[in-house]
């Protein structure tokens, strides 16, 4: 008899897509290895996962959005949100009133949720108040800094969710401590390398860097967007100084980040620092581009989650500008190091100075987790008939 899982996939801003990709493309092989199409609608297969794609809205610009559905290949949304921006309570609100009408018309047995932004967490709560299973991909992370929304987002959706896939082992370590059952926690390594390794190919013969006129390492790539970075015009001044003087000796590419460009315009500092030599200020790039960057930088600075990784898998120095991290395997294993205001000149002449440590790859952070995780919904559906971690 043949058997069907519906899941109800999440994404909502520009860090999600990057994990949702894997997904997707593991459950069109799981449907295709057991006679289905790619989203599970065909006829007499043995088991079929069926999803429902469901985009928040969260983010919404063609390069906050679009821009990587293509890159990425990502199915087009089966349902747009169409939340928009907002205060935190605002488009939390929206997402849980628009989520909510989804879950009751789709009536899934699992949602899946990705990541730390506020659709991970909105959409969590609206499934577990349904009854509604819910699997957490990127679970367990902690920064310990309530003060970073992301972190709030980070231990609501992991105390509510029945399914925990953590990329490492001190996100397990955390659960535990938390006093999450350990049969709720599968460690099935980082979904966002997947996508790494499927694109980088592509993303180096794409030499984004000559477009700029720099060679290889004769730049420095940096992404700041932040509140806690560029919400004060202080802080803001302080980095653009730096980044300014930075430049009379590396080049700098800096995306900016609709925030961060809306702080530069109304602190006064955007037409100040677009006319500085070697200080680029773009628009925020696409997938290929971003990682054909990174991948040939001096180093990276940035406050990005996702990019402290890519910077591990990829060996280019990383310095995070953050008092902490959710990932503390980047800086142990990988190339990362936390910096401040105070210490960002003299760690930039460190790495400069080639004082930077080789890391290493961390374990399972293989291409391979899509799979693991499509693997073991598979087994737990189709083997059992009910969702029996608990
Ligand atoms: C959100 C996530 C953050 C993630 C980041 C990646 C939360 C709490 N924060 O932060 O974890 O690292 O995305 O980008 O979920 N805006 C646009 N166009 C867009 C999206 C946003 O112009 O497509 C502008 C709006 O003015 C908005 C501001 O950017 O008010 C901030 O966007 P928002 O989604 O609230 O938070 P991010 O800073 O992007």
């Not at 599968?186 to 180096?204: C, F, S, Y």
Request: charged content about 25%.
């Amino acid at each position: 008899m043949s058997k069907e899982l519906k899941i109800v996939i999440v994404a909502g801003a520009r860090p999600n897509f990057m994990k949702i990709a894997p997904l997707t493309s593991a459950i069109k092989k799981f449907n295709n290895s057991e006679g289905a199409t790619s989203n599970g609608r065909s006829i007499n297969p043995k088991n079929v996962i069926r999803y429902v794609f469901v985009h928040t809205g969260q983010h919404y610009d063609v390069e906050m959005s679009e821009a990587f559905f293509r890159e990425l290949e990502l199915p087009d949304p089966d349902v747009n949100l169409e939340v928009g921006s907002g205060t935190h309570a605002v488009q939390t609100a929206n997402i849980i009133l628009r989520f909510e009408e989804v879950c009751l018309r789709e009536k899934p047995d699992l949602v899946v949720v990705v990541g730390d932004v506020n659709s991970t967490m909105a959409c969590t709560l609206v499934a577990c108040k349904l009854g509604i299973k819910v699997a957490h991909v990127e679970a367990g992370l902690r920064s310990f800094d309530r003060s970073m929304p992301e972190e709030i987002n980070r231990v609501i959706t992991d105390s509510l969710a029945d399914l925990l896939f953590t990329p490492s082992e001190d996100a397990d370590d955390n659960l535990l401590r938390e006093g999450v059952p350990i049969n709720k926690i599968k460690r099935v390594g980082n979904i966002m390398i997947d996508t790494l390794m499927g694109h980088l190919k592509e993303a180096r013969l794409g030499r984004p860097y000559e477009r700029y006129g720099f060679g290889e390492k004769r730049y420095a790539f940096v992404t700041l967007h932040r509140p806690s970075n560029v919400d004060s015009k202080d802080s803001l001044i302080l980095i653009m100084e730096y980044l300014t003087r930075l430049s009379q000796k590396l080049g700098v590419i800096f995306p900016v980040h609709p925030r961060t460009r809306s702080r530069l315009v109304q602190f006064g500092l955007w037409n100040i620092s677009n006319n500085s030599n070697g200080l680029i200020l773009s628009e925020p790039l696409g997938y290929h581009d971003t990682i054909g960057l990174v991948d040939k930088a001096r180093f990276v600075l940035t406050d990005s989650g996702g990019l402290q990784e890519e910077t591990t898998f990829l060996n280019v120095p990383c310095l995070t500008l953050r008092p902490n991290t959710e990932r503390p395997i980047t800086i142990t294993q990988g190339t990362n190091n936390l910096t401040s205001l105070d210490r960002l000149g003299q760690d930039i002449e460190d790495i400069m100075n080639g004082s930077n440590r080789k890391g290493i790859v961390p374990e399972l952070w293989d291409g391979h987790t899509a799979e693991r995780i499509i693997g073991i919904l598979s087994e737990l559906n189709f083997k059992n008939m009910e969702l029996s971690w608990q």
